[in-house]
Nanobody
Framework: QVHLVESGGRLVQAGGSLRLSCAASGRTFSSSRYDMSWFRQAVGKEREFVAGIRASDGGTDYSDSVKGRFTISRDNAKNTLDLQLDSLKLEDTAVYLC??????????????????WGKGTQVTVSS
C-alpha cells in the first residue's frame, strides 16, 4: 500500500507563487518504480491533469494551461514530489491532488491509470 500526503496549499494573490509538496510512504513504495503526478479539481469541474514525472527517466509532462508557469520535481531519496506554482491565476484555484502509479509507458495525464491518490491540498488564488 502507498500513502500520499499533500501539503503547502493556501490563499495567495494572483501573480504570486506557491510550492506544494507530496510525501509518499508505504512498504511497497519506491521512487524508482512509481510515476507521480499532480491533478487538480475545482468546484463544479472535472478533475484535470496538471503535471507529471516519470520514474524511468525523470521525463515530465504539463497541461497546456500551466506550461511555463508550474514546475514539477521529485526527490527520490526523500520520496517527495513537489510542484512549484508561479504566476498564479484565479483559474488555478482548486484542490491539488498527488497521484502515483506503477511506472507505465502510457501518458502521464491518464488519470484512470493511477493506483494511489492523496486527499488533496486547497489552493485559492484571489484577485
Amino acid at each position: 500500500q502507498v500513502h500520499l500526503v499533500e501539503s503547502g496549499g493556501r490563499l495567495v494573490q494572483a501573480g504570486g507563487s506557491l510550492r506544494l509538496s507530496c510525501a509518499a510512504s508505504g512498504r511497497t513504495f519506491s521512487s524508482s518504480r512509481y510515476d507521480m503526478s499532480w491533478f487538480r479539481q475545482a468546484v463544479g469541474k472535472e478533475r484535470e491533469f496538471v503535471a507529471g514525472i516519470r520514474a524511468s527517466d525523470g521525463g515530465t509532462d504539463y497541461s497546456d494551461s500551466v506550461k511555463g508557469r508550474f514546475t514539477i520535481s521529485r526527490d527520490n531519496a526523500k520520496n517527495t514530489l513537489d510542484l512549484q506554482l508561479d504566476s498564479l491565476k484565479l483559474e488555478d484555484t482548486a484542490v491539488y491532488l498527488c497521484a502515483a502509479r506503477i511506472k507505465d509507458l502510457r501518458g502521464l495525464s491518464i488519470g484512470r491509470l493511477y493506483n494511489y491518490w492523496g486527499k488533496g491540498t486547497q489552493v485559492t488564488v484571489s484577485s
